[in-house]
């Protein structure tokens, strides 16, 4: 498991929350799985940015958080629960929705973690995901700047590893946009290397030339920097 610190929890915040307008086509993309009344599973929380989305989206479905950083749930400000997806602190069939955000490729025990989720899992209950996987790169506009960078995806499962590793089955895969920056300068001053997973496999001259090219970029280019990442909906085996 990745440990997070207090330095890379507030360079996380900094560096990866996203506004909730770049965020909007994951609101459509999930609204389906959070009807009121739903009691969602934020697994792996971080820094509260999810959990901060569907209160603000979905005001009507209930938000459970877990995350095992002491300093990221600190950092979030948020009441989340300390756990992680081999140990969630909740009772059985008591979420409707699981949802894991560029959490899955941190988790080294996929079984033991279906094994959770289905616990906690009510009957047709979904695992609902947001990450990059090793096969599917094509969105990721850091690799225009930072071509290296395709190094730590052989880090990343891919789409079969995690449904298989898991024992659901796959009901539905998207690239999603988001609108990462309002602009490439926005995206440069926020740039920490030490919070992305992608950069953090770079050494000091890769992401040194990376980022004098995105300033460069910068400033010729104007208007929002979008980036994909995609959607995975797992049902339980045999669930319509
Ligand atoms: C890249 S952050 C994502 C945070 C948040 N979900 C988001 O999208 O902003 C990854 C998070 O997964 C947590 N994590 C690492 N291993 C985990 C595990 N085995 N189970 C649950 N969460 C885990 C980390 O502590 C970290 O907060």
Not at 10 to 28: D, H, K
Not at 49 to 75: K, T
């Amino acid at each position: 498991m990745t440990r997070y610190d207090v330095e890379e929890a507030t360079a996380y915040r900094v560096a990866r929350e996203i506004s909730l307008e770049g965020l909007s086509s994951w609101r459509a993309a999930v609204a389906p799985y959070f009807a009121p009344g739903r009691v969602v599973l934020d697994l792996g929380a971080g820094t509260g940015l999810f959990v901060r989305a569907f209160g603000a989206w979905f005001p009507e479905v209930s938000v459970v958080a877990v995350e095992p950083s002491a300093d990221m749930r600190r950092a979030s400000g948020l009441g989340m629960l300390a756990g992680d997806a081999g140990a969630i602190p909740l009772p059985d069939a008591s979420v409707d929705v699981v949802w894991m955000s560029t959490v899955v490729h941190h988790v080294r025990d996929l079984p033991a973690a279906g094994v959770e989720v289905r616990r906690v899992l009510r009957p047709g209950g979904v695992v609902v995901l947001r990450s990059l996987f090793r096969e599917r790169h094509h969105g990721i506009g850091v690799f225009r700047f930072f071509p290296e960078a395709v190094r730590a995806l052989s880090g990343f499962p891919t789409v079969g590893e995690v449904a298989d590793g898991m024992g659901f089955v796959v009901d539905r895969l998207e690239a999603v946009a988001q609108v990462t920056a309002l602009s490439l300068a926005d995206k440069a001053s926020t740039l920490r290397q030490e919070a992305d997973t992608l950069l953090r496999s770079l050494s000091a001259a890769e992401f040194e030339a990376g980022r004098e090219r995105l300033l460069a970029a910068a400033e010729v280019e104007s208007g929002p920097v979008v980036d994909h990442l995609d959607l995975l909906v797992l049902r339980t085996v045999g669930a319509v």
